[in-house]
């Protein structure tokens, strides 16, 4: 219940400009880093990976988040997402994000 009780009122919590920033700083390191292929743990609403695709050019980026709720968000706007436990993913990455 915890995570689609997030996922409800994350719209509410009014903290967009600080997370913006935090985005901003966190594609330049891994712009520094050139990854290929990124997984975003706990992607949400997926806003940090549109960001970064649109910043990077990445093969593959993939966000999982166990809430269905916020990997449906995620999906609309064309990130791959999956409902999944970090435990379940049985692929490599250069990079991961949290």
Sequence with gaps: MGLELYAKIEPLLGFEESVEALYDFYID???????????DIGCGSGAFLERLQNSMALN???G?????????????????AQAIDLCDIDE??????A
């Design 29 to 39: 390191l891994l712009k520094s880093w050139q990854p290929d292929m990124l997984l």
């Design 60 to 62: 593959r980026a993939l």
């Design 64 to 80: 999982i988040d166990l809430s269905e709720t916020m990997v449906r968000r995620a999906r609309a706007r064309g990130i791959e």
């Design 92 to 97: 490599m990455f250069d990079a991961a994000t």
